[in-house]
Every structure is written in C-alpha cells, then in structure tokens.
C-alpha cells in the first residue's frame, strides 16, 4: 500500500527535475515543450507590451486633454435680444468667475472668447481657433506655458499673438514675423457687416503635443480678442480647472451651482467621451485576444506533457510498484508542466518590461526602416508612441499566463498518475 507523502516533498522535485534536464534521446523534454516555452514567452510579452502601449497612449491622450483644455467649461444657455438675436455672451464674468473660484477643488477660472478666423502670410493661409484670454491665465496652462518646445517669450503675450508650431509650419512663419488674421463677422457698419482684418506680430510658438491643438490653436490677449470679435465687456464662457480632474464629474454640481440657474457646463470627459469609450472597447477586445494567444501556448505544453508521459511510462510503473502514490506521481508531471509556463512566464515579462523602458529606441528604429512614416500625428493625435509600465498590468499578464500554465497541466498529470504499473511495464 502506497505510505502518504507531503505535497510537492524533496524526492518529487528531484525528480521532475531529471525528466527536465533528460535529453530527448533518454525520454526527457520534447520539442513541443520548447516550442511551448517559446509560445509562452512571446505570448506575455505581446501581452504585456500591448498593455503598456495601451497605458501609455491614454495616459498621454488624457495628460495632452487636461494640460491644454478646460477642465470644465461654463456656457450661458442664451437669452433673445430686442433685436432679434440670441445672445449667449457671458457679461458679468468677472463676478462669475469670483463665485466658481470660490468652490472647493477649483484651482482657475478664466473668462474666455473664441472665434474662427482665417490667417495669411506670404501667400499661405491656415484656419485658426482664436481663443482671447489674459497673460496671466495663459501662464497657467501647462502644455501651453511649458510646452515640449516652444519658440519665443510667453512674457511678450501682449505684445501679439501666440500660435501653434502646426499653424507656423503651415504659415511658415517664425517668431517676429507679422500675420493678418481674417473675420467675417468684422466691422459693422451701416451697409452691414464687413470682414475684419488685422496684423499680429508672432511673439510666441507652442508645442502643446497634441497635433489637432498645435495646427489650429491661437491666443490672443484678451481685451484685444475682445475688441476684435465685438464682444466688448462680454466673454463667450468660463475656462475652469481643477485640482483633480479625474474627480470632476464630482465637482460638477457644485461648480453649476455657483454658475447659476442659466448656466450650462460641459466637462473634460463628456468632450472626449466618444474617443474615451473606444478606447476602453478598444483595451478589452486587445485583452482578450492577446489571452486567447496565452492560452493558445499554455495548451502547447499539453502536448509537450503527453508525449513526456508516454516517454516515461516504463518510469511510471516502477515508482508506483517501489510506492509512491497517483498524488506523488501526478504531482511530479505537473512540476515538469507548470516549470514550463513559469520559465515562460519571467521571460515574457523581462521583454515585456524591455520593451516598455525602451519603447522610445525600438520604435526609432521601426520608424527609420519604414522611412519615417511609420506614426501619422495627423491620423492618431499624438507624435509618438507613448508606454506606461503599470505594476497592474504586468500582475494580470502574470496571473493569466501562471493560471492557464497550471490550469492545462493538470489533466495530463492526472493521466500520469492513473496509469495502470501492471499495463505501464507489461512490455519492458
């Protein structure tokens, strides 16, 4: 009668260590058990550099959102003039402003006018968004203030207008140079409404990082922006941000109840909403693909175990006649499989984690042997190829791969152990 052993014991080890170390020609580890360690290994670093990438690019998409945009912008919702028109201009925005300043978690309230405008120089045109706003808020706004490069002095703001590095390149202007912006809703006049044209000195260029900011986005000094698009002692909304914007839709009635019974707000995720929730169908389609690959490995190291198994059958006979028990013996051939799946699994994770902290390097090269085109700002937003290494991420690769490893080794393991000693040395 088989004596009791304790789980995984000295002697078990030992010997699933053998059958590892075993050349094939003496029954040890086949070729489907290499191929399944390799399998493994690209399988986790597939998964763990996707998930690093995937970290990455939305931490940058939201880091460029917050650091160049209103965490919350506060609208009038309109009233109707004597004349006939719909007015939504914000009048008494200085007292307003001083109101949603006053709510606990907003760090800055800037009143704000925009306008569409059409800039040329020497013969090149760009569209603009012109956005009027004082020197002092304009300071506040990281990627605009300390931009990843900029040209000329902020300091000088209110000497001219600053632009983005898209719209001088389309221009081809450079810091000193004199651009003409062009309205349509200019100077009103008694035969009606003419274009507005004024000259700007360019005191200021900015790369905020985003390519749809930098190839549109201008600003001009508030009183001036002002003058230019007829909004005398008027803004078009409030410019809000936030100590913590992942908390906003927290804030959110707060900041509308300081606003008024007239106002309407429209946060930071509800503008980027759309690209947000493709982002997230995006993580979890990605994620249960790249699963489907792990497992696809794992189930590698089935057949690896089968065919270790039938190689060790003559084994198996003559250590269950010397005693060990169906426990000892299937947990041996599941030493032999799961050793498989975690010398898979580190590997994977040491490239995958190589491939995150060098991201940079690697995909300089990717992009020199496809001629520089292999990453389209215009197309994807941002300039490069963005990846976050989360300790999360790379636990849940873990997890996944060690789970499925272990899940898919016990069956060939328990075949292992109900192997009848009689039928296993009848032929040897």
């Not at 004082?134 to 990627?143: K, M, Q, V």
């Not at 006049?189 to 930098?214: C, H, K, L, M």
Request: aromatic share 10%; hydrophobic share 50%; glycine share 10%.
């Amino acid at each position: 009668m088989a004596s009791k052993t304790p789980p995984f014991a000295p002697f078990e080890w030992m010997i699933a260590w053998r059958y590892l170390r075993a050349r094939r020609a003496e029954g040890g580890v086949s070729t489907m058990t290499w191929i399944s360690l390799i399998g493994i290994t690209l399988a986790v670093f597939a998964l763990i550099a996707t998930l690093a990438v995937r970290s990455g690019f939305r931490a940058e998409f939201v880091d460029t959102i917050l650091g160049a945009n209103a965490h919350v912008t506060v609208y009038e919702m309109g009233r109707m003039e004597a004349n006939g028109t719909f007015d939504r201009s914000i009048r008494d925005y200085d007292t307003l402003a001083a109101k949603i300043a006053a709510v606990e978690g907003v760090t800055r309230v800037a009143p704000i006018v925009r306008g569409q405008v059409m800039a040329t120089f020497s013969g090149n045109n760009a569209g603009m968004e012109v956005y009027g706003i004082s020197a002092e808020n304009l300071g506040t706004i990281p990627r605009i203030a300390n931009p990843e490069t900029a040209e000329g002095d902020i300091s000088r703001f209110g000497d001219g207008i600053a632009i983005g590095s898209g719209i001088a390149r389309t221009l081809g202007v450079q810091v000193g140079d004199t651009i003409r912006i062009i309205s349509p809703d200019g100077v009103r006049t008694a035969f009606g409404t003419s274009p507005r044209i004024n000259a700007y000195e360019v005191t200021y260029i900015f790369t905020a990082g985003r390519y749809d900011i930098d190839k549109t986005r201008a600003y001009l000094p508030l009183a001036e922006a002002q003058s230019y698009f007829n909004s005398e002692e008027a803004v078009n909304e409030l410019e809000v941000m936030v100590a913590q914007p992942d908390r906003i839709d927290d804030l959110s009635p707060a900041i509308l109840a300081a606003a008024g019974d007239t106002a309407l707000i429209w946060t930071w995720r509800q503008a980027s909403s759309g690209f947000l929730s493709a982002l997230d169908i995006e993580d979890n389609v990605m994620f249960v693909i790249l699963s489907i690959l792990v497992l696809i490995a794992a189930m590698n190291i089935v057949s690896g175990l089968i065919m270790l198994v039938k190689n060790k059958g003559r084994d198996i006979g003559i250590l269950r006649t010397m005693g060990l028990s169906e426990g000892s013996i299937l947990r041996v051939f599941f030493i032999c499989g799961a050793f498989t799946g975690i010398i898979g699994t580190v590997m994977g994770v040491i490239l995958g984690c190589l491939f995150a902290l060098y991201v940079d390097q690697i995909f300089g090269l990717v992009n020199w042997m496809a001629g520089g085109n292999a990453w389209d700002p215009s197309i994807r937003g941002i300039y490069f190829l963005p990846a976050k290494l989360e300790f999360g991420d790379v636990m849940s690769a873990v997890g996944l791969s060690l789970g499925l490893s272990f899940i898919v080794t016990i069956f060939p393991a328990r075949r292992a152990a109900r192997m009848n000693p009689v039928e296993a040395l009848r032929y040897e």
